[in-house]
């Protein structure tokens, strides 16, 4: 029988890990502050930024959400992150991606200070992270490593695919994997014979963005597998053929006319996989942990706690 990986399970356990860290800082002045800058109307990037304020309330982290329009310009973003540098009760700043297309990205996560970019996506942490050098890590990389770490997984020696080659997810959880030993691929679009690449992984890990794109031709049988995808789907007879009927998956389908689905085939990987994690309930909560993490690590290296 496969296993599941239990992100909630484990974002609990971080959680609870973090409270004593949080009360001491606030003990020696005030709790740690995260600003999420959150522009236009992404619904998707709504609800993924209404979680990660719903974290901080939980566990006593200042949060202050900015929700600029979506007709704002690279210069005024530039000044919005530069006001947040200078904030000294900000501890972490968080640009929630996509960003409309008139904004150059680039330029703005170069303007988040580097020890408040909770995200790790500024470019001296990614350097840091490719030397192996302390400094904040991506969100769901760290969260993906310290799933397979507190299910003792091992990792050295291992072969592991990663399919998907974006800067937030793709080349980061390739660069923790190879620090951790593990011989890394990393694969995408221009990948010739993906499912061939795919069934040589022991740990497979799913970054693409298309729903159940990765079926059981790309899981070699025992492979743990790591879904990174939430994809929405709302066509009935689409999620009645990646459910393969499944009764109870249709019937929350019908309650909401669409269903969330990872990369990887959910009966798939079910039959196939000796540990997977399911959509929603793996990826998703750890790096919304991940991230109150790095808060909180930028706020004690603020404070001088460490
Ligand atoms: N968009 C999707 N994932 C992320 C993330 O981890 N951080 C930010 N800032 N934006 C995202």
């Avoid at 005024?76 to 530069?82: C, D, G, N, Q, R």
């Avoid at 947040?84 to 900000?90: E, F, T, V, Y």
Wanted: proline content about 8%.
């Amino acid at each position: 029988m496969p296993q599941i990986l239990d992100g909630n399970r484990v974002r609990d356990e971080i959680k609870s890990e973090l409270n004593p860290r949080v009360a001491a800082l606030s003990a020696k002045g005030r709790p740690p502050g995260l600003a999420v800058v959150l522009v236009g109307h992404n619904p998707a990037s709504e609800i993924y930024v209404r979680n990660k304020i719903k974290a901080c309330q939980d566990l006593g982290i200042f949060s202050e959400s900015i929700a600029p329009p979506d007709s704002i310009t690279t210069e005024e973003l530039l000044a919005t992150v530069e006001q947040l540098n200078a904030r000294p009760d900000i501890d972490g700043i968080l640009v929630q991606l996509p960003l409309p297309k008139q904004v150059d990205t680039k330029r703005i996560l170069l303007a988040v200070a580097p020890q408040k970019d909770v995200d790790g996506f500024h470019p001296c942490n990614v350097g840091n992270l490719v030397a192996g050098l302390p400094g904040p890590r991506a969100c769901t990389p760290a969260g993906i490593i310290e799933l397979l770490k507190r299910y003792r997984i091992p990792i050295a020696g291992k072969r592991a695919v990663v399919v998907g080659r974006s800067d937030i997810v793709g080349k980061p959880v390739a660069m923790l994997l190879l620090h951790e030993h593990a011989t890394v691929t990393i694969c995408h679009s221009k990948t010739p014979d993906l499912a061939a690449v795919c069934r040589e992984a022991d740990i497979l890990v799913a970054a693409i963005g298309r729903a159940a794109m990765i079926t059981r031709e790309f899981i070699r049988p025992g492979a743990v597998v790591i879904d990174v995808g939430t994809n929405r789907v709302d066509d009935r007879q689409e999620a009645a053929r990646i459910f393969r009927n499944s009764e109870e998956r249709l019937a929350a389908f019908d309650k909401r006319g669409n269903v969330l689905v990872g990369d990887v085939n959910p009966a798939d990987v079910a039959e196939l996989a000796s540990f997977y994690t399911p959509v929603p309930g793996g990826v998703g909560p750890l790096t919304i942990a991940m991230l109150m993490v790095n808060t909180v690590a930028a706020a004690e290296r603020r404070a001088g706690l460490c």
